[in-house]
């Protein structure tokens, strides 16, 4: 899709804010166009807005305008509706999309490997759920609001605690979702439970003392207590990602969350949970080097050029750390 044609077509359509060259007294230095019944450019309104990442305030009767005016510039996204389809995607299944303002990645197919394709919408009446499904994520303005909005939310909750489809997933990475899954490896007591919680962590969260000895804490005296408690340990999960969110905010990691982050097999957004999943795999030292080698392309988005990196075992880390932030993406 031409970018400049995609460009001109939310200006000209209200759904992206013009500069003004000149302004009259009253006016703001920004303005989006009213299409609704107008011939040419000269007859639309303009609407006056604060700056460049205010939405439109017409928004939504505008769009309803657009879908039943031009119904062709929409589609309903499809997926294959399997496990392969990646997390991002599988959120869009159902939403209407403009193909002029396509989400991150672009429309379907558009995406490295992606096999997701487009619908066309149809439709005799739009309907105001109709106007609710379509997704304008790929407006600038739009997805810094809706962005700011998802962040400022998860920080008024607690969000080092993983929602029931992370907790699964994490628990499938590390154990298959077993609660008395053990792994003696790496020495000392080794790694315990569905979400294999070692040593460090149950210090940190006071089930063991340095000595290796069980606290008592919740009633967990053993190993054995711990493995046949799976309510302990879920909350154990809270109580550790807890702790390892201090670490990311005491040593800067957190900063980048809501990021765009461009990886080896395709682009995604660094969140709270992709950070916790990743600390989780390699601790806190290696998410410090990962952080501190990534580098920003002419677009803004981070990446990893893993061509610098000569030392085998920090590469292998770095990969760690980018799969668990893309596939904990969500």
Not at 8 to 18: A, V
Not at 36 to 57: G, K
Not at 217 to 244: H, R
Not at 272 to 279: F, K, P, Y
């Amino acid at each position: 899709m031409n970018e400049l044609y995609n460009d001109l077509y939310q200006r000209m359509n209200g759904f992206k804010p013009i500069r003004r060259d000149s302004k009259r007294k009253g006016e703001t230095d920004w303005y989006y166009l009213d299409p609704r019944d107008a011939e040419t450019v000269s007859d639309m309104q303009q609407i006056d807005v604060e700056s460049e990442n205010t939405p439109n305030p017409k928004l939504k009767e505008i769009l309803a305008y657009d879908i039943k005016e031009n119904p062709e510039n929409y589609y309903i996204w499809r997926t294959k509706g399997d496990d392969k389809v990646r997390g991002a995607h599988a959120e869009r299944e159902g939403k209407i999309f403009n193909k002029y303002i396509p989400p991150e990645g672009g429309n379907p197919g558009e995406d490295y490997n992606c096999r997701c394709w487009a619908e066309p919408y149809q439709s005799d009446r739009v309907k105001q759920s109709d106007v609710t499904k379509v997704d304008l994520s790929g407006l600038p303005q739009y997805a810094k609001n809706n962005e700011s909005e998802i962040r400022n939310k998860n920080h008024k909750d607690e969000h080092y605690i993983f929602s029931k489809k992370m907790r699964n997933l994490l628990g499938y990475k590390e154990s298959k979702n077993n609660y008395n899954k053990t792994n003696t490896s790496g020495g000392g007591i080794g790694a315990l439970g569905m979400y294999q919680i070692r040593r460090d962590g149950l210090i940190d969260t006071g089930y063991l003392t340095k000595d290796n000895k069980w606290t008592g804490k919740n009633g967990i005296y053993s190993v054995e207590d711990f493995l046949n408690n799976p309510s302990i340990q879920e909350q154990i999960l809270d109580e550790y990602m807890k702790v390892q969110y201090r670490y990311l905010s005491h040593f800067g990691e957190t900063k980048y969350v809501g990021s765009k982050y461009k990886g080896l097999k395709f682009n995604f957004t660094i969140t709270d949970t992709g950070l916790l999943a990743a600390i989780h795999r390699t601790g806190i030292d290696y998410m410090n080097k990962f952080f501190k080698h990534i580098e920003k392309d002419k677009n803004g988005m981070y990446y990893m050029d893993y061509g610098k990196i000569n030392d085998p075992d920090l590469k292998t880390k770095f990969l760690w750390i980018e799969t668990r932030l893309r596939e904990f993406e969500k």
